[in-house]
């Protein structure tokens, strides 16, 4: 039975929840997302029946710290460390070489994953409370509009939502390659940015 709570029940709720393999949906700066237990195949089986998701397509993780994500990539280089300095808590998404063999629906055809360390508190209360990186993918169904609700993210097959209020309208975050200063999605963090705090970066994508 899917459960719709605020506050501290609703993150202790969906902490129990990812402990069980089960989907979660929590608020983040722009949408209500999707999370679940990301080293589960159980798990993503889950979270990739309820949103009707090609398993072709990688989801992104959230994380509380850099510190959380460190045992799972093969390095983190400078410019990534200048990244989580300057624009972490924020909208700026790292892909980042992992360390060993990760669930395929997490990496990358090249072998990254990418990570970002969110602003809205309670999302990054969740990962916190859950000790470690959750998935972090628009709760909606596949090619639908996102959720910016509680309501609108209770989609069938989700156990617990951690419902904060609405959502504000915000663009997604920028997707960058730190190793390369590739810019892979366009976002609110923008090349003059990333030059300003020292990171050197190539907006064509």
């Known amino acids: ?52 998701r090609e398993a072709d397509k990688p989801v992104l993780l959230i994380v509380d710290m850099p510190a959380q ?3 799972y990539v093969a390095r983190l280089s400078v410019p990534a460390l200048q990244c ?22 997490l990496t990358g055809p090249d072998g990254h994953i990418c990570v970002r360390c969110p602003e809205n508190a309670t999302a990054r209360q969740l990962c916190s409370l859950w000790g470690g990186p959750i998935t972090s ?6 090619g639908q509009p996102p959720a910016r609700n509680a309501a609108a993210a209770a989609l069938p ?7 904060a209020g609405r959502c504000d309208a915000m663009p997604p975050s920028t997707i960058l390659n730190p190793d390369t200063g590739q810019i892979l999605r366009a976002g ?14 190539d907006d064509k994508h």
């Open 137 to 142: 993918t628009s709760a909606n169904f596949s």
């Open 188 to 201: 609110p963090v923008d090349a003059a940015m990333l030059s300003q705090a020292g990171i050197a970066s």
């Open 157 to 163: 097959g989700v156990s617990v939502v951690v419902d």
């Open 84 to 105: 989580m300095e300057k624009f972490w808590p924020g909208p700026l998404s790292l892909l980042l070489p992992v360390a060993a063999t990760l669930p395929d629906r």
């Open 1 to 52: 039975m899917m459960r719709v709570l605020p506050d501290q029940a609703g993150l202790d709720a969906a902490v129990a929840a990812i402990r069980a393999d089960q989907v979660i949906a929590y608020p983040t700066e722009t949408v209500y997302g999707l999370g679940v237990n990301p080293f589960s195949e159980t798990a993503l089986d889950a979270l990739f029946a309820v949103k009707a």
């Open 69 to 71: 994500i460190e045992r």
